[in-house]
Nanobody
Framework: QVHLVESGGGLVQAGGSLRLSCAASGSILSTYVMGWLRQAPGKQREVVAH??????WYADAVKGRFTISRDNAKNTVYLQMSSLKPEDTAVYYC?????????WGQGTQVTVSS
């Protein structure tokens, strides 16, 4: 069982930066594929980035602006977001995946004003 808690969301102006954190308890994150997803109002949830041992992946919409990383000692995954745009406004969720099992955090709101 994995319990995930996101933090770091908030209101920022376009062009600004935020760093989201996803802290885990109950299991060791290094054994999971960790992902950040987001859901904007009226839209489907979409994968933003994910990280596994030694590799990362980014959606085209965020490539070059967002960076996913993990600190195994702190059992925490981060999403550094830069050059934010109004279209990045969404609830951001952390997800841990291992085989058929996956776990979600409660989400954190990111709002980018123009």
């Amino acid at each position: 069982q994995v319990h995930l808690v996101e933090s770091g969301g908030g209101l920022v102006q376009a062009g600004g930066s935020l760093r989201l954190s996803c802290a885990a308890s109950g299991s060791i994150l290094s054994t999971y594929v960790m992902g950040w997803l987001r859901q904007a109002p009226g839209k489907q949830r979409e994968v933003v980035a994910h990280i596994s041992s030694g590799s990362t992946w980014y959606a085209d919409a965020v490539k070059g602006r967002f960076t996913i990383s993990r600190d195994n000692a702190k059992n925490t995954v981060y999403l550094q977001m830069s050059s934010l745009k109004p279209e990045d406004t969404a609830v951001y969720y952390c997800r841990a995946t291992s085989g058929p099992s996956f776990y979600w955090g409660q989400g954190t709101q990111v709002t980018v004003s123009s």
